[in-house]
């Protein structure tokens, strides 16, 4: 697995981080240590990262409760969503389509918003993997510029190459690049 100081150079050219502590934490239900642990360590201070499509954002910890409007309580009248589990947490976000921790499995899961239900499919094995993986994936969309999409906006071959073989140097435990590329509607 990829080690903290990395991970955070990586997140460093997309925004800015900075270690942040449990008092930042503004939420109603107690954070799972891992979230804790996460912010300490490599604290993302409300970070868009390019992507193939919309930005991935990761909150800052004092946002992170605010961030859970419309999953875990509705937006407008403020009333629990009730199939919404308790032990998710959204950490990150792509134009609403959440990246949820859950503080069962320490694993991160991704769903599209609006499909009825949540349908969370496993992408990260953990919020560090998570964090790495989409900074390496927002480099290689800033690097690549005009020439990461072809004439009908799709990723050009030599780029999903790069993403597979970048991936496969962060993601840990067995995780496929190619499973990972495809939730994020890379190929």
């Known amino acids: 697995m990829i080690n903290s100081e990395k991970i955070k150079e990586y997140l460093e050219k997309h925004g800015s981080i900075q270690s942040q502590s449990i008092n930042d934490w503004k939420g109603i239900v107690s954070l799972p240590k891992d979230i804790e642990i996460f912010y300490k360590e490599i604290g993302p201070n409300n970070?868009?990262?390019?992507?193939?499509?919309?930005?991935?954002?990761l909150p800052s910890l004092?946002?992170?409760?605010?961030?859970?409007a419309g999953y875990r309580?509705?937006?407008?009248?403020?009333?629990?969503?009730h199939e919404w589990n308790k032990e998710w947490f959204v950490i990150a976000d792509e134009g609403g389509n959440p990246f949820i921790y859950s503080a069962k499995?320490?694993?991160?899961?991704?769903?599209?918003?609006?499909?009825?239900?949540?349908?969370?499919?496993?992408?990260?094995?953990?919020?560090?993997c998570m964090a790495a993986s989409l900074a390496i994936l927002g480099k290689l969309v800033k690097?690549?510029?005009?020439?990461?999409?072809?004439?009908?906006?799709?990723?050009?071959?030599?780029?999903?190459?790069?993403?597979?073989e970048y991936?496969?140097?962060?993601?840990d435990n067995g995780d496929l690049p190619e499973n990972t590329l495809n939730l994020l509607g890379w190929c």
């Open 167 to 171: 991936l496969a140097d962060t993601l």
């Open 105 to 128: 499995t320490t694993k991160i899961y991704f769903s599209e918003h609006g499909n009825g239900e949540w349908e969370l499919k496993e992408i990260f094995n953990n919020l560090f």
């Open 47 to 57: 970070i868009y990262i390019k992507s193939y499509g919309n930005p991935y954002f």
């Open 73 to 81: 309580w509705n937006g407008k009248t403020g009333e629990m969503i």
């Open 143 to 164: 690097e690549a510029g005009k020439t990461f999409l072809d004439e009908n906006c799709f990723i050009y071959p030599k780029y999903l190459s790069l993403a597979k």
């Open 62 to 68: 004092d946002k992170l409760w605010d961030f859970q």
